[in-house]
């Protein structure tokens, strides 16, 4: 079982949907997860970050944490072409003192016109 | 968000030199940071964790001597690919960690396109 699993995809949406991300982590201490976003040939950008079980809003996107379930998620409301890109879910593990990030291998989002 | 700059972003050079790849944190000191490397359709792949004022701890698998690391001071973390070979052809990411109210997160350079002829 990886650390962090992510459904590949590609998850295609029509423009103005709700595009739904989805992580699962195995590590049941974690404390920290991220999601990033990564376009096509370059760096990831940071989109959100959860500390605790919840939503959290930020403009058009919501990240969601159950720590019971080892499940977190990203809604993108409104998506748009622009929004194509990979997701990528991170987690830091409890026992980590450097913030050391578990990546997942990354959803490839297609917002379609 | 804090902002890290890593250069040169693109890098080509001829098999058996080194290349050396800067990563500055600009509005933020960065105790630690991490290096990484992505091939095509991958996802990130940890080198190494670079700790101002000590050694870097390298990943499982990553050669140490092949991958300098060198974190000088607070801002500044450099990474050296040595005797460079086709095979080190990458993508090259640094990220500093950023401490914040709520704990500490990652923000990440624009990346090294690396091609080794």
């Known amino acids: 079982q990886k650390e962090v699993e992510q459904n590949s995809g590609p998850l295609s949406v029509p423009e103005g949907a709700i595009a739904s991300l989805n992580c699962t982590y195995s590590?049941?201490?974690?404390?920290?997860f991220f999601w990033y976003r990564q376009y096509s040939g370059k760096s990831p950008e940071l989109i959100m970050f959860?500390?605790?079980?919840g939503d959290k809003e930020d403009g058009r996107f919501t990240a969601q944490l159950n720590k019971a379930s080892q499940y977190v998620s990203l809604l993108i409301r409104d998506s748009q072409p622009s929004d194509s890109a990979t997701y990528l879910c991170a987690v830091v593990h409890g026992s980590s003192n450097t913030g050391k990030l578990i990546f997942g291998q990354g959803t490839t989002l297609q917002v379609k016109p | 968000g804090a902002v890290v700059s890593q250069h040169p972003s693109r890098v080509i050079c001829k098999s058996g030199t080194s290349v050396k790849i800067e990563c500055r944190s600009l509005?933020?000191?960065?105790?630690?940071m991490f290096w990484y490397r992505q091939f095509p359709k991958q996802s990130l792949m940890l080198m190494a964790t670079s700790n101002e004022g000590s050694k870097a701890t390298y990943e499982q698998g990553v050669e140490k001597d092949k991958f300098l690391i060198n974190h000088a001071s607070l801002t500044l973390s450099t990474l050296t690919v040595t005797s460079a070979h086709p095979e080190d052809s990458s993508f090259y990411i640094c990220?500093?960690?950023?401490?914040?109210?709520?704990?500490?997160?990652?923000?990440f350079g624009a990346g090294t396109r690396l091609s080794v002829l």
């Open positions: 990220s500093a960690r950023a401490m914040t109210g709520g704990g500490n997160i990652q923000y």
């Open positions: 509005d933020f000191q960065a105790t630690t």
């Open positions: 590590d049941r201490g974690s404390q920290s």
């Open positions: 959860i500390y605790s079980n």
